[in-house]
């Protein structure tokens, strides 16, 4: 089985053509400004949209653990109380209350991915895995990327590289496209800020830049307060230059994933003002005079 909290179809951003993404739960590192907070735990995560709810109370009383109550007029939830029931999503008749994530069978995954095989053909697509991080569920994605390889679909993953080194060896033979995220140079700040590896990071870049350069799409997302600078941004240009990377993503800070925070009882604690992607044109300039094929997005 394998927990995964969305199966996206028509995705244009994860990679070339036509693809259907998966996203699957669990990640080693908590970026502060992630789009996806939903997939970061394992778990399945308890979301209540205040603005829906009538305050009927139908979940609190029928909830068996009692995890739910109000508290000063807000919805409390007590995960180490809760027994993922479910009871409560299903008698709020507002809709206000859901939980993310899902058990699903491999088999079933593959058969949601094989429905569009015909576009991802005519189109040059295929499928991402994503999340989170998709090698936290590692037996369920390789088993899935076998399947996906048996049928002919193209395969691609986003992914943090923070994960055991042996299990990028493993996947890569069955894998057309890693689209690696890379955040920040310096390994301190980085685990600072997001608890990630920056010394394993860098280690499985090297060795999929010397084992599959081609398969290697370097995607570096630019957050103001933590790696939008001038001289960090062209030393980590210069850096991924050395390494080898040729194809390099440039992914301007947004909030599309603020309201999710809100819906998860979480504080967001970032900017609330997007990036324009002009604010980046100079670094691209920069990266291509470098030699890099670059975009801005991706
Ligand atoms: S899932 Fe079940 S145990 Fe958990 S809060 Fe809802 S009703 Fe209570
Ligand atoms: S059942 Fe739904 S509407 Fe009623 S209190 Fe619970 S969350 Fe609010």
Excluded at 201 to 229: H, S
Excluded at 270 to 275: D, F, I, L, R, Y
């Amino acid at each position: 089985m394998i927990n995964i909290t969305n199966i996206e179809k028509f995705a244009t951003h994860d990679g070339p053509g036509i693809r259907t993404t998966v996203f699957l739960k669990g990640c080693p590192m908590h970026c502060p400004w992630c789009a996806n907070p939903e997939t970061q735990s394992i778990h399945s995560v308890f979301m209540y949209t205040a603005s829906k709810c009538v305050a009927c109370k139908a979940c609190i009383n029928h909830c068996p653990s009692k995890a739910l109550s109000f508290v000063n007029g807000h919805m409390h939830y007590e995960q180490t109380k809760c027994i993922l029931c479910r009871t409560c999503e299903n008698v709020c008749m507002q809709d206000a209350i859901s939980f993310n994530g899902e058990n699903w069978k491999e088999e079933d995954v593959l058969e949601e991915i094989l429905k569009d095989k015909d576009y991802y053909d005519a189109s040059g697509g295929g499928v991402t895995f994503s999340g989170g991080e998709p090698f936290v569920q590692f037996s369920s994605l390789l088993h899935l990327l076998k399947m996906c390889k048996q049928k002919n679909i193209s395969t691609a993953v986003e992914t943090t590289g923070d994960v055991p080194f042996e299990r990028i060896r493993e996947a890569e033979p069955y894998l057309d496209l890693f689209l690696y995220d890379f955040k920040h140079l310096d390994n301190i700040r980085l685990k600072k800020v997001t608890a990630g590896n920056g010394k394993r990071i860098k280690a499985n870049l090297t060795w999929l830049l010397k084992t599959c350069p081609d398969k290697v799409i370097v995607r570096i997302p630019i957050i103001p307060g933590f790696n939008f600078e001038e001289a960090l941004l062209k030393k980590t240009f210069h850096y991924l230059q050395d390494l080898g990377v040729k194809k390099l993503h440039l992914l301007p800070y947004h909030t599309l994933g603020k309201p999710k925070y809100e819906k998860m009882g979480k504080l967001y604690t970032m900017e609330t003002s997007m990036m324009k992607e002009e604010e980046l044109s100079s670094y691209r300039l920069y990266a291509q005079d470098l030699g890099f094929d670059v975009e801005i997005g991706g």
